[in-house]
């Protein structure tokens, strides 16, 4: 191959010269500048510039069909946040890094069954207009009647003894209390004139999954880059450990995974691993000057434990002696829940065609694409799209996109299965004596002669009052049940239609604004030649997100002399003032009208240990007493809490003296609890905390918007004001699950996103340098503005005082100490609405204290070369002293990190 | 019939060789391939989302498997 692209390229030359008579000398001095080493881009492959993207979206699901049964759980949503970043080490050898956190929680599917088999079982309350339908609770054993071919039948309600077929299923709704995965990639690449090469890897984290993965990439292009040539090849390797749920898992008959299944403090988990190879290959051809055609044929190879732990299969067992017995009247079916099979391997090939044309009238292109795939466990699928990217005037992008999807069922698939046997069955011997056995003992066999008395198995008599005997039952025949079952609608046949928009917004050089939303409906009756015989699944959900995309090269193409000219430091000079540690907010001002700067912060809190009564260790016992309330004892107490915030800072200079700032941020929080020494014992009814895992919460938290005003600017000081809002744009009503029949109820207050109220956060600061010294101190201050938020409380009010010094290491570098003082209030009112009250963190007066900590920070600033212009900042906040309202867990620190780039 | 595959396999491939082969575009006349409307991939954030939630609720092989890892969702 390299040879035939050779003497392409010699013919294309030859051409070019021959051309050059022809052509007007501007086209041959285009042309000769364009076929220098580099300059030439690769058609569909434009290199990757440097840059830095956020992105917020929000994944919200509809309602399923429960034919009456009320959807009061609330359908599955998602908050998915993401940061990725392009950053060149050399000229041709790039860094590439992404980091996705998603938060979900809601509805989930456990199983399919029969309608009549009532999967979803109402429960009721009392109020004050009578016994009403409070919700619905997931049933997965029961008992159904059948006709002869059994077919599922209905009692009808009005003749009692009237039955009639009733074929229709129903997905049986679980609720998942909100659960946190994170995911980091690394890559790395290098470019040549016509090739190119990378490298990537990254995992995977979720409290029941955790994958890694690594990845190998190439680009070969030839025919002066008309052809493109691409090879790749991936290994990812998964381990699953999934926490059964403490509710359901009675109900489920788990033979088939006994060996994988552990015992972990209560709780019953399920260990599996996987593998997955993946590997393909693609061509990129530009057929004119304005197509381009795309094709790529791909091969997944995967082993192990491929199933999805929480999903069963409802299968109804029917004895056959009674189906047989000559009469017409209906059998019993009994219902079942047993853990899914999946083969244990997977192959699939898909094969990708994307046509890429340029509508010149427009300024459009158009995206037509075209996707097959076939595997062998039956899902085969097709699916077309089909976009517009249109560019309006003004730095406005718009692009609609459509896309259809069809597949086929899983071989395996089937909503629920019918099993011609009884599901425990009794045991007898080889003459047909019922086996009967002391389940303490259960090797000896006992027998019953022709008086119902026990015998041994030599025939003597046995005491009854010296032994505890019952039938010796088994379970039922697996070999009779197909090897592979699942009732999961993902694999099932059915087609899905989705259709949405992204607009694009260039603000200027190298910012951009991006939104996208899309509708997507997944509906049996759409699939390709299908029956749709599987409707019960069908759902519908949208999709919406917000991003901010900043191109650096862009913004130092527009700097020319951003890298080595000492003509940059005179005109940016003035933007140098030495930044405060990295805990402080509002801590510095942009100088210049019209300048822009973006950056990002993250905080991570941790509290562990002791737990704490104002600044003393304290005892379970004195929890259990005096940590709660009065009335209600303390049960459980937190074990770990961590608190993590990502927050995007945008600040704009209008004028001088004055900068603007807006602030979203995004929450994770992430606790356990342990039970009290000396707790008093359950109480049937009452919420209780269940197994091993913790809980998670986590999507947006609250807004911050300020304003920055410049009060003193003298040479060597500085003082300025913070008048800013926070808006209450986090979640302050997060709820546990239904457990053992308990509702969850609120959770935590430390647990719910935000304030829930509209905050006045003031602040004063005072910075000043000499040299190689700088130093400043700053009072702040939070105000809630509303008695309370839409649970019912308010947070308590903040102040904090602080005052900082710091020395240059080197022109680069600085290193800074910090003292802090905070004042926090206890949390007023409570929650208007059920929480379990089972521990102090439930109690409003166990929150806020007085804080005293010592901070230690590094900032950077990189003063020129590549990176130019970025800066970092890092602070660990060691506590000092702390003295506590009530009783709370002991604080262990906090660091903050901190990335800006003036634009 | 094998021999029938190989031919057809052998045709397909003097095909595509034959079409790139004719294909002349003159670095000059690329001004419209290079445009960012033209990438293979114009919105990569888009897709990554889409790519995420199509693969947690549809069977197919996922179209970033090429990059592999992802986590279960399991959802």
């Not at chain 1, 990537?200 to 025919?223: A, M, P, Q, T, V």
């Not at chain 1, 693609?282 to 004119?288: A, D, E, F, P, W």
């Not at chain 1, 947006?700 to 926070?726: A, E, Q």
């Not at chain 2, 001004?31 to 995420?52: T, V, W």
Request: aromatic share 10%; net charge neutral.
């Amino acid at each position: 191959m390299p040879q035939r692209s050779g003497s392409n390229l010699h013919s294309r030359n030859l051409e070019v010269q021959s051309a050059k008579p022809r052509n007007t000398t501007l086209q041959a001095l285009t042309s000769a500048a364009l076929v220098l080493p580099g300059l030439l881009i690769t058609p569909g492959h434009a290199a990757g510039t440097d840059r830095v993207n956020f992105q917020y979206s929000r994944y919200q699901e509809g309602e399923r069909n429960l034919y009456g049964a009320p959807n009061s759980l609330k359908p599955i949503s998602a908050d998915v946040l993401h940061g990725s970043g392009i950053f060149s080490l050399t000229d041709r050898t790039k860094f590439s890094f992404s980091y996705t956190q998603d938060t979900w929680s809601g509805a989930t599917q456990i199983t399919t069954s029969p309608l009549v088999a009532n999967g979803n079982r109402l429960y009721y309350e009392n109020t004050s207009s009578g016994v009403t339908v409070a919700g619905a609770s997931p049933i997965i054993n029961n008992r159904i009647l059948l006709d002869r071919n059994l077919n599922p039948l209905r009692q009808d309600p009005e003749g009692g003894q009237s039955l009639s077929q009733d074929s229709r299923s129903v997905l049986v709704m679980s609720y998942a209390s909100p659960e946190t995965r994170n995911q980091a990639n690394f890559g790395l690449s290098r470019e040549w004139n016509e090739a190119a090469f990378n490298v990537g890897g990254g995992f995977s984290r979720e409290r029941d999954y955790k994958s890694s993965y690594g990845s190998l990439g190439g680009r070969l292009d030839f025919n002066q880059k008309l052809t493109t040539v691409k090879l790749g090849a991936g290994y990812t390797d998964s381990a699953v450990g999934a926490i059964l749920d403490h509710d359901a898992s009675p109900y489920i008959t788990k033979n088939a995974f006994s060996e994988q299944i552990v015992k972990r403090g209560g709780s019953e988990v399920l260990l599996g691993d996987r593998q997955d190879w993946v590997a393909n290959m693609g061509l990129t051809q530009v057929l004119t000057k304005n197509a381009l055609v795309d094709a790529n044929i791909g091969y997944t190879h995967s082993n192990g434990y491929l199933e999805n732990p929480y999903k069963v299969m409802s299968v109804i067992f029917v004895d056959p002696a009674a189906l047989n017995n000559n009469q017409t009247t209906p059998v019993i079916g009994d219902m079942r829940a047993l853990l899914e099979q999946r083969p244990n391997i997977r192959n699939q090939v898909a094969i990708n065609t994307k046509y890429i044309q340029y509508i010149g009238a427009f300024d459009a292109a158009l995206h037509l694409g075209y996707r097959l795939s076939v595997d062998d466990w039956g899902v085969n699928t097709h699916t077309f799209d089909a976009s517009w990217v249109q560019p309006i005037a003004s730095g406005w992008t718009l692009t609609p996109r459509i896309r259809y999807y069809s597949q086929d069922a899983a071989s395996f698939y089937k909503p629920y299965l019918i099993s011609q046997q009884t599901y425990r069955k009794i045991e007898v011997d080889s003459s047909g004596r019922v086996i009967w056995i002391d389940p303490s003992n259960p090797n000896e066999q006992y027998f019953r002669d022709s008086d119902f008395n026990l015998i041994d198995q030599n025939g003597n008599p046995v005491n009854e009052d010296l032994v505890n005997v019952q039938p010796k039952t088994s379970l039922f025949d697996s070999g009779k049940l197909p090897d592979n079952f699942s009732s999961d609608y993902r694999l099932a046949g059915f087609g899905a239609l989705s259709g949405g928009a992204t607009l694009n917004k260039m603000i200027m050089k190298g910012v951009a604004l991006e939104a996208g939303f899309e509708y997507y409906t997944h509906a049996s009756s759409m699939q390709l030649g299908g029956s749709g015989g599987n409707s019960f699944a069908d759902f519908g959900y949208y999709v919406a997100n917000a991003a901010l995309k900043l191109d650096m090269e862009q913004v130092n193409f527009a700097r020319p002399n951003i890298s080595n000219s000492h003509q940059h430091e005179d005109s940016t000079k003035q933007h140098h003032h030495k930044i405060p540690p990295a805990g402080i907010m509002f801590g510095h001002m942009l100088d210049k009208p019209g300048d822009l700067m973006v950056g990002y912060r993250f905080m991570h809190n941790w509290t562990n240990g002791h737990m704490m009564h104002g600044g003393h260790k304290v005892s379970d016992q004195t929890i259990v007493q005096q940590g709660c309330s009065d009335t209600t004892p303390c049960r459980f107490t937190p074990d770990y809490m961590n608190m993590s915030m990502h927050m995007l800072d945008i600040m704009y200079a209008p004028a001088k003296w004055l900068n603007v700032m807006l602030m979203p941020t995004f929450m994770t929080m992430d606790m356990n609890l342990r039970e009290l020494a000396g707790r008093p014992a359950p109480v049937p009814g009452v919420h209780e905390h269940q197994g091993i895992a913790g809980h998670e919460t986590g999507a947006v938290g609250d807004t911050y918007i300020s304003s920055l005003v410049k009060l003193i600017n003298i040479p060597g000081h500085r003082v300025h004001m913070n008048l800013g809002l926070s808006a209450p744009t986090g979640k302050v009503d997060i709820e546990l699950r239904r457990m053992a029949q308990i509702d969850g109820g609120l959770i935590h207050f430390g647990m719910q996103l935000g304030s829930g109220t509209w905050d006045f956060t003031p602040s004063l600061t005072y910075a000043g340098e000499k040299n190689r010294w700088s130093w400043g101190t700053q009072l702040s201050g939070v105000k809630r503005m509303e008695d309370k938020n839409k649970s019912g409380y308010r947070l308590g009010d903040v102040f904090q005082a602080t005052t900082w010094g710091g020395y240059d290491l080197t022109q680069w570098l600085t290193a800074s100490v910090r003292g802090a003082y905070t004042l926090q209030g206890a949390i007023q009112r409570d929650f208007d609405r059920f929480n379990a009250h089972i521990g102090p963190m439930d109690f409003p007066a166990n929150y806020g204290g007085q804080f005293w900590d010592i901070g230690l920070g590094l900032n950077a600033r990189i003063p020129g070369g590549r990176f130019a212009g970025n800066r970092f900042g890092f602070e660990w906040l060691e506590p000092v002293r702390s003295d506590f309202n009530g009783f709370q867990l002991d604080r262990k620190g906090a660091l903050s990190a901190t990335w800006s780039y003036l634009f | 019939m094998r021999k029938s595959l190989y031919a057809k396999t052998k045709l397909v491939l003097v095909m595509c060789i034959g079409l790139s082969g004719c294909v002349h575009v003159a670095p000059w006349e690329r001004g419209n391939l290079a445009k960012s409307q033209m990438d293979l991939d114009p919105h990569p954030l888009q897709s990554e989302r889409q790519s995420h939630n199509y693969s947690s609720r549809e069977a197919a092989p996922s179209d970033k498997s090429s990059s592999g890892g992802g986590g279960c969702g399991c959802y």
